[in-house]
């Protein structure tokens, strides 16, 4: 995992809002516009940084790509924060 992209990623709060609306499930890049007041290329533009840190994926159906969240990128983030503080298994090994 590459974790300077996937940092990026997470710090700009309108990429954050995103990650928040797709913990409810999965939404298109419409629904998800239509929680900001900017254009549908600054909403690509967001998912496009989402996607190339693996923080979510898109699933073509018909017309329309649905996102959603790839929790396992998010879990492994977790896993290497928890590391930091002594409380994962891997921090104990080294």
Known sequence: MA???????LSDPVRRKILELL???PLSAGDIG???????AT???HLKLLEQADLIFGRKEKNFIY??????????I???????????QDAENT
Do not use: C, P, R
């Open 67 to 76: 996102y959603q969240l790839n929790t396992s990128v998010l879990e492994e």
């Open 43 to 45: 909403i690509s533009y």
């Open 34 to 40: 239509s929680h900001f007041d900017m254009t549908g």
């Open 23 to 25: 913990k409810e499930g």
């Open 78 to 88: 977790m896993l290497w924060i928890s590391t930091l503080k002594g409380g994962g």
């Open 3 to 9: 974790f300077a992209e996937t940092f990026k990623a």
